[in-house]
């Protein structure tokens, strides 16, 4: 689309340092950095959540645009505000406290079993922990206490909102979790429910990015439990890894439609070609350092399949290296395909880590 772009990141061997017209190489918390960015830009946006608010806020007051606000950003940085502004309107949601981890009697009001979350900071379900009993231990720092909701499904919705409000959304997509790890192994494109729940899903999603106040791209995490309930996990203000898939299943990638909306243009169509299997790459555990790739021909000899390499210097185990996107017209066909090609890759590092340090 000819848009030049700019980009701050920590890294200086950052992926998109290749790709950018500028480069600024700077914390997301430092000031002077962030001012860096934003004065040299018509338009800023981000894609991670951790950065320093109270820049973005002097910044957007002095009158540079900054989309989504960085009101939102305060809002989704925080757990319990976010609850807070879901339940003040009206949304379905998991019951919640404030939880100070110390306080032993507010974990026996609020009854076992509970999803303990850190307020800020957490990420890839870092900082969530599901407590059975009065004993086991917690995560410290302020957090929040939520009920265990009996999922039956995690789904995810991608709102679009314009500047002018205009919505559009995707398909809903079910996003498929490693229970140990509480990472997204693989979505799938769209989520096999029926055209009532999905209307549903679509409605609260919305409404959770109207509340919010957004712009651009979201992806709003819902759960659909086992009684047939929609509830509001949380939302990431930004292009979500449950719409990597968008980039060849339909019509406009989330990347394009987050661009189209916080520049203000016409937002594009949401509409699904095919059905599509996405599958994080995760880097290989028992391994560190620069990072190895593994199989990339046997991958990308399978039809349907596309590769996705974010080229990540060094790898960790556990780390998103990248993504497969399989499609094809029958979503149990796209799913076999995105799995041979994971089966056929490994991504890690190029050392062998003792199993000591692993554990
Ligand atoms: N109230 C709950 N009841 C049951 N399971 C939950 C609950 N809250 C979270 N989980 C599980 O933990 C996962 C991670 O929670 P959450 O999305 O709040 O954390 P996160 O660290 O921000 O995750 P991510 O960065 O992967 O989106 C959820 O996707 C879900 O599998
Ligand atoms: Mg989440």
Do not use: W
Request: net charge negative; hydrophobic share 45%.
């Amino acid at each position: 689309m000819d848009i030049t772009v700019a980009v701050l990141d920590p890294a200086v061997d950052a992926p998109c340092a290749a790709l950018a017209d500028r480069f600024i190489t700077g914390p997301l918390t430092d000031a002077d950095a962030i001012a860096q960015l934003v004065e040299a830009s018509r338009v800023t946006t981000y894609e991670i959540e951790h950065i320093d608010v109270a820049s973005l806020r002097r910044l957007n007051e002095a009158g540079h645009h900054i989309l989504p606000s960085p009101d939102v950003l305060a809002v989704v940085q925080d757990k319990l505000v976010q609850r807070e502004l879901f339940a003040h309107a009206g949304l379905p949601g998991p019951r919640f406290v404030a939880f100070d981890p110390e306080d032993h009697s507010c974990l026996t009001r609020f009854g076992l079993p509970a999803v303990q979350k850190v307020r800020r900071g957490g990420y890839d379900g870092r900082g969530v922990a599901i407590l059975r009993d009065a004993e086991q231990e917690r995560i410290p720092g302020p957090s929040l206490l939520e009920e265990l909701v009996d999922i039956r499904t995690e789904l995810a919705v991608l709102v679009v909102r314009g500047i002018d409000g205009t919505t559009v959304s995707y398909d809903p997509v079910e996003m498929v979790f490693d229970p140990a790890a509480n990472i997204c192994t693989h979505v799938l494109a769209p989520a096999e429910i029926d055209a009532a729940m999905t209307r549903e899903a679509v409605r609260v999603a919305e409404a959770a990015v109207e509340a919010l106040g957004g712009v651009g791209v979201h992806g709003v995490e819902l759960f659909l439990d086992s009684r047939d309930r929609i509830l509001v996990n949380e939302i990431a203000p930004r292009p979500h890894n449950s719409g990597h898939y968008t980039i060849e299943a339909c019509v406009t990638s989330q990347f394009e439609q987050h661009l189209r909306a916080v520049l203000g243009l016409p937002l594009g169509s949401c509409e699904t070609l095919a059905a599509a299997a996405m599958i994080n790459l995760l880097g290989a555990h028992g391994y560190r350092g620069a990072t190895v790739v593994e199989g990339l021909e046997r991958a990308l000899a399978l039809s349907g399949v596309s590769l996705h390499l974010y080229g990540k210097r060094t790898c960790v185990a556990g780390r998103k290296m990248g993504h497969i996107t399989a499609v094809a017209a029958d979503p149990t066909v796209a799913v076999e395909r995105a799995q041979a090609a994971a089966a056929a890759l490994i991504v890690r590092g190029e050392d062998r880590v003792e199993r000591t340090v692993e554990a």
